[in-house]
């Protein structure tokens, strides 16, 4: 059994990875899992992982990854760099080995070239929320909908050109003193995100895109992506996994070395 670990910001995502390659997830609440299951220990964090596994599961080797990768390092486990994390999940989920890798978290958007499996170049954007989970959050809340219901419209959106997640709350909650509809205001917000990755995107351009993380479960952006890309956008099972998944194939082939 392989452990992977994905210290996001807003989640902490661990996969476990047999032998076979047969996957099991679990998910932890960030500041949640810092507060009842870390501790500092010579500047690392330290975690009883045989707390947190399901009963009898003693990873053969552990790595982790994830946005707080620079502040802490997990004791006993090994840290690759994110954006390796992520190519590596993508391939190993998709089969895929040519393909533009788009990763949107909850604090941050990365875009990923890869060719014969191996990674060309990258792009990231950790400056701004305005292309984020945590953006959609705010904006379905403006909104006063859920991010399920956000994640269905993307016809007749309402032209929205703030630039800043902040701003850009402001200038929704004009748009609905305007009278707009709820759905185009929705499909308006999911275009916000797109127009702010496609520079990203058209740099490190491909017909197939595969897309990960928490936002890629939002189907309006996927529809979005594929009908003003003109690519095939692939989604993997689970896409919010992919970088623990990524720290479970380094661990595996760490172990056959």
């Known amino acids: 059994m392989y452990c992977g670990i994905d210290l996001g910001s807003r989640n902490v995502k661990i996969a476990l990875m047999d032998e076979e390659g047969r996957l099991e997830f679990l998910k932890y609440d960030t500041i949640a899992f810092y507060r009842?299951?870390?501790?500092?220990?010579?500047?690392?964090?330290?975690?009883?992982?045989?707390?947190?596994?399901?009963?009898?599961?003693?990873?053969?080797?552990?790595?982790?990854?994830?946005?707080?990768?620079?502040?802490?390092?997990?004791?006993?486990?090994?840290?690759?760099?994110?954006?390796?994390?992520?190519?590596?999940?993508?391939?190993?989920?998709?089969g895929l080995s040519d393909f533009t890798l788009l990763d949107l978290g909850g604090q941050d958007s990365k875009v990923a070239l890869v060719r014969g499996g191996r990674l060309v170049d990258f792009l990231t954007n950790d400056k701004c929320a305005a292309s984020t989970g945590r953006y959609l959050e705010n904006m379905a809340a403006v909104l006063n909908i859920s991010l399920d219901e956000l994640s269905r419209h993307h016809r007749n959106p309402v032209d929205l050109n703030s630039t800043c997640a902040i701003f850009g709350e402001t200038e929704l909650i004009g748009k609905v003193l305007e009278g707009h509809s709820t759905g185009s205001?929705?499909?308006?917000?999911?275009?916000?995100?797109?127009?702010?990755?496609?520079?990203?995107?058209?740099?490190?351009?491909?017909?197939?895109?595969?897309?990960?993380?928490?936002?890629?479960r939002n189907e309006a952006l996927r529809k979005?992506?594929?009908?003003?890309?003109?690519?095939?956008?692939?989604?993997?099972?689970?896409?919010?996994?992919?970088?623990?998944?990524?720290?479970?194939?380094?661990?595996?082939?760490?172990?056959?070395?």
Not at 38 to 61: I, S
């Open 224 to 257: 979005i992506l594929s009908e003003e890309l003109g690519v095939l956008v692939v989604v993997p099972e689970n896409p919010q996994y992919t970088g623990a998944v990524g720290c479970c194939v380094e661990a595996r082939l760490g172990s056959e070395k």
């Open 36 to 94: 009842e299951h870390g501790r500092l220990e010579e500047g690392q964090l330290a975690v009883d992982l045989g707390a947190l596994l399901p009963a009898g599961t003693r990873p053969r080797a552990v790595v982790s990854t994830g946005y707080g990768r620079q502040t802490v390092a997990l004791k006993g486990a090994r840290v690759i760099p994110e954006i390796k994390a992520h190519v590596l999940g993508a391939i190993h989920l998709t």
């Open 185 to 216: 205001l929705a499909a308006g917000v999911n275009y916000t995100i797109f127009k702010r990755i496609r520079p990203m995107l058209m740099r490190l351009f491909s017909d197939t895109l595969v897309f990960t993380g928490g936002v890629a």
